[in-house]
Structures are given as structure tokens and as C-alpha cells.
């Protein structure tokens, strides 16, 4: 079985071939691409995969642009930190999926659906489906409160009251309006997934920050931006390379 990985967290796609190994040691990786153009760009110079993995959620955008983009029929199972709700289109139109984090007996059970596909394989992606899953993401219901510990007491935190996460010494912790730090339990990988795209934005691996954060946004060296932020220090925040393209659509409500 030769398999295509379309995932932009390394550690992800580590995990998926390494359950893959374990359940089909026959199956061939034959790539992984971290985003939509990489994938696009893989998929009209290689050989069409027997069955690919997405990710929903890439660094330049959906992974459902792949569709729009080339003419890929072969079978899909998605990947997704969204909860069964958010992506029933799937399920009625017999697309797999698999929430994150992968466990392996969900993906045996994926895999068990592919092996009793008829031929010829499809993933029967339409417009109309891809309609209906974007029209579900956009309706998923965004995290509006985090709870944190502070002493022995506990405090509940208001999305509209935090400036940023960010990660410091293998812990995660917000920044709030009032200038105070709280340490916690999610990753910055989770919260990514958790909070509303349209308020937040991963500018590189250690930051989360909101728009009503931003002060000032200036050119900086090797095609990179410089934030100022509000009560941050501002030579922290850097939007990697990679990321200014889709950070200036974010800034204009793209």
C-alpha cells in the first residue's frame, strides 16, 4: 500500500507512520508534504497514492484546496482535532477521519475500511461535500474561557482578556489585559485548534497572540515581520518566514 501524508506537525506524521508501520509493515510512505502547495506540487509529479492522509488544517490553508486544485480521486482519510460534529459530512458520504491524537486500534479500523473499498476507489469528494464541510468548520464552536489555578484558588479567564499564549520552559501560560501570567494544562499545539482562527494567529512555535494585541506590525530582516505587542517583549515576537504570506491574510480577515 503506498501512502501519502499531508501533515505540517512533524511529531503528527512521525506518529501516523509510526502506526503504520505497526499495522500494515508492507505500506510505502511515499511522502510527506507540510502543506497545500507542497501537496499539490507532489501529487501532479509523482504517482498517485493507493491512499492519503490530510490534515485538515495546514499552514498555508485547508487541506480541502487540494481538491480545487488538482483532480485527485483516490481514497482520503482525514485528520482532525475538530469533534464528531463539526465533520458529520464525512461520515455520511463515507469519508474516514481520524481525531487527534491518533490512536492506533481507530486507525486499524480506518485502514479495515480502505482494505474493503470497492474498486475503483474513490473518495467521492464534490464540491457540494466540501461545501458542507467548510460550512461545519465555520460553524465549530471555539473555546470563549480557560480556567487557571492561582494559589489554591481557582479563576476562570475570558478569551477577550488574553493577549497571547506562548510556551516557556515546557509549559504553556496567557498573557492577559491585566498583565498577568497563567500557567496552563493545554499545549499551545491544542490551544492552536481550540480558539477562534478569526481572533488568533501561530505566528511561530512559541506564540499564540490575538489581534486586539497587536500594536504595530514592521518589516524585519530575511522577509520576516516584527510584532509590537501589548505588554510583551516585542523582540520575541517574530512571524517566521513561512507563516508572513498567511499572517497578512489573517491581518485583513482573509
Avoid at 501512502?3 to 512521525?14: K, Y
Avoid at 485538515?56 to 483516490?74: C, M, P, R, T, V
Amino acid at each position: 500500500m503506498k501512502v501519502l501524508i499531508v501533515e505540517d506537525e512533524p511529531i503528527a506524521a512521525a506518529q501516523l507512520a509510526a502506526h503504520l508501520a505497526a499495522l500494515r509493515p508492507q505500506s510505502e510512505i511515499l511522502a510527506v508534504c507540510d502543506t497545500v502547495k507542497s501537496a499539490v506540487d507532489w501529487l501532479k509529479n509523482n504517482e498517485v497514492p493507493e491512499l492519503a492522509f490530510f490534515d485538515i488544517q495546514l499552514g498555508d490553508g485547508i487541506s480541502f484546496e487540494i481538491f480545487n486544485q488538482i483532480d485527485y480521486k483516490n481514497p482520503v482519510i482525514f485528520i482532525t482535532a475538530f469533534d464528531q460534529y463539526a465533520i458529520q459530512a464525512f461520515k455520511v458520504n463515507s469519508i474516514d477521519y481520524l481525531l487527534k491524537p491518533i490512536e492506533r486500534d481507530e486507525l486499524e479500523k480506518a485502514l479495515v475500511k480502505f482494505d474493503n473499498l470497492n474498486t475503483p476507489k474513490t473518495s467521492n469528494v464534490t464540491p457540494k461535500i466540501l461545501e458542507e464541510i467548510v460550512s461545519s468548520l465555520k460553524n465549530k464552536n471555539y473555546k470563549e474561557r480557560f480556567l487557571v489555578k492561582v494559589g489554591t484558588h481557582l479563576r476562570i479567564v475570558d478569551v477577550k482578556d488574553i493577549l497571547y499564549f506562548y510556551s516557556f520552559q515546557k509549559g504553556t501560560f496567557i498573557k492577559c489585559t491585566d498583565g498577568k501570567d497563567y500557567l496552563i494544562d493545554q499545549s499551545l499545539e491544542l490551544i492552536e485548534e481550540i480558539v477562534d482562527p478569526v481572533l488568533f494567529f501561530r505566528i511561530n512555535r512559541k506564540y499564540l497572540i490575538a489581534l486586539s494585541a497587536i500594536k504595530d506590525v514592521v518589516a524585519y530582516s530575511n522577509s520576516r515581520l516584527k510584532l509590537k505587542a501589548k505588554n510583551a517583549n516585542e523582540d520575541d515576537f517574530l512571524v517566521a518566514r513561512e507563516k508572513v504570506k498567511l499572517f497578512k491574510s489573517w491581518l485583513e480577515g482573509n
